[in-house]
């Protein structure tokens, strides 16, 4: 029986604790764990394996009490071949991508582990290990004990280590790995990079052993404030507990009910400042509980539909928007979005585009990304990654979905920027289809019935006729189409802007996606000019502009895409070399002729509107 060093056995382990929601942990008071962390690739995945590769046995089970470093300093015959105290440093959040050279397109399992010194902050708190997320599954081990595990590339998740911490020197070890498989969200073949590691912050988030899990409040459809709150901990039931927004001079005050939740609303005071893309105005949001004094920041508005019109505060508004993948710009990006890299690229989107919507495609972005949004006035389509052709009928593809709409709306929520959930791109139709999306809008609604629900759809073509044949559109506040007539088809692009659209349904539609590749640098002065040079992007934007602009129940845009991207399913030798090429800025940021066919169109509209 070999020995290896790291916290082992998933499978035979009980796990501690299930994922917490903690809202705003990004507030609360924290110990970073971000940083240097040792990283050991496993492309066997002997980690979580028997010897001779089968299930691991009793005897190896039981390695995962110990823990390496102690272990090696008492018995010097100690064999760990997996060795992670001396392994290589990388530093986290961030993909392996970015660790070494061999890692490039590494799918599969592999090690991380740091040690931290924790001083307990006294008696009467919990702590909480809390990661922004890990692509594709993770196991996590403190000290050697297994806390938990989470599945899927985009949402935080949290689990009390409390009783595992020790004074002084801790270690933890998470095995990350990237490989999916047809039943899981999103499955193996996208049109982007894997970014496999832990892309997100990781932190400590120290709580009252009482306190507040989730807490939504939002300005409701009558015009109220309304609070939703649920206490996690001893005294979370029949707790008195209070909400003030202290620059209204608004306070609330009730008490759980027997499982620690309370709802309530008042109505709003006349000074509100409502929030819009114009004033992103922003309010401190105290909710006070036992010994908890949770805080966020938040921004009060309506949205709805009204016919074929969305209506902001009351108003029609036009979404002057683009789609945006979380990829920092750079040569060699590694997903990890610092706050400022988010604020460059939506910089670009309100100044350089005068755009006032972003689609963050095609997965829930780092929850600063969406707080930067709501700072700086960006209307936010949010979605998850039900991405072309998922496992429609697997209960436990569906029960990973509906898990991931909850970890997302719980985190989001309060995020006044974010204004449509979507719950699909680009699935065709078919009645499992249909009934897994129709329970995941289920499901939005009983979440948030404060924003609209929508979905990227195909749509169906008989020459120039465009038709939304899709049934789920009965079931959506708004449609969204992704088209690329003149790109994915031959259509001459002086054909476009005589394409006509007919909707079954009054509603409002949003162009989701439509784009076209060019390769910055690359100029071609023929009078028809090739795809992938920037001329063709240009003249295909003018055109398919122009279509849009004759279909009156359009009441938004989100085209493909801001930056080039990464995505291994585009090797063209020349022109895209493993990117793709539709953004309208290229992978380091420099502007194509595209991008100010865009910024004129909505700085048009944007005067026409005021
Ligand atoms: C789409 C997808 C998007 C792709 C894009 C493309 O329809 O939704 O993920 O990247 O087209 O470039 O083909």
Known sequence: MRRIGLALVVLLAPLAASAQTLVAAD????????????????????????????PPSESTARYQDRIQADEAAKRPTALFEFDMQRSAITHLPGSWIGHAPEMRYYQGLVW??????????GPGKRVYLRFGSADYAASVFLNGKPVGKHVGAF????????????????????????ARTDSDVPPPVTDWETYGGITRSVRLVTVPETFVDDAFVRLDKDGRIAVSAQLLGPQAANATIRLAIPALGSALEGRTDGEGKWSAS????????????????????QITAGADHFADRVGFRTIEVQGDRILLNGKSIFLRGISMHEEELGKDPVRAMSPAAARALFAEIKQGLHGNFVRLAHYPHDEGTTRLADEMGLLVWSEVPVYWRVAWGNPETLATARRMIAENIRRDRNRAAIVLWSVANETPVSDARNAFLRTLI????????????????????????????????????????????????????????????????????IFSEFGADALYGYHDGAAAPHKFSEEYQAEYYRRTL?????????RGLSPWILKDFRSPRRQHPVYQQGWNRKGLISETGQRKLAFGVLAEEYRRRAERTG
């Open 546 to 554: 122009e279509m849009a602009a004759k279909v009156p129940f359009v």
């Open 112 to 121: 991380y582990q740091r040690t931290f010194d924790y001083t307990p902050t």
């Open 442 to 509: 289920g499901d939005v609604r009983a979440l948030d019935d404060s924003r609209l629900v929508t979905a990227a759809l195909l749509s169906a073509r008989k020459g120039k006729e465009m038709r939304i044949d899709d049934p789920l559109v009965n079931d959506l506040d708004v449609m969204a189409i992704n088209t690329y007539n003149g790109w994915y088809s031959d259509d001459p692009l002086a054909e476009l802007p005589s394409f006509t659209w007919a909707s079954p349904v009054t509603k409002p539609l």
């Open 27 to 54: 507030l609360r008071e924290n110990q970073s764990l971000d940083g240097a962390w040792h990283w050991s690739v496993d492309p066997y995945r002997d980690g979580v394996a028997g010897f001779h590769g089968g």
């Open 155 to 178: 949402t935080p998740f949290a689990f009390d280590v409390t009783d595992r911490l020790r004074p002084g020197s801790n270690q933890i070890t998470v095995g990350v790995d990237s």
């Open 266 to 285: 008042l109505p709003a005071p006349r000074g509100l400042k409502r929030w819009s893309p114009e004033n992103p105005t922003l309010y401190d949001v």
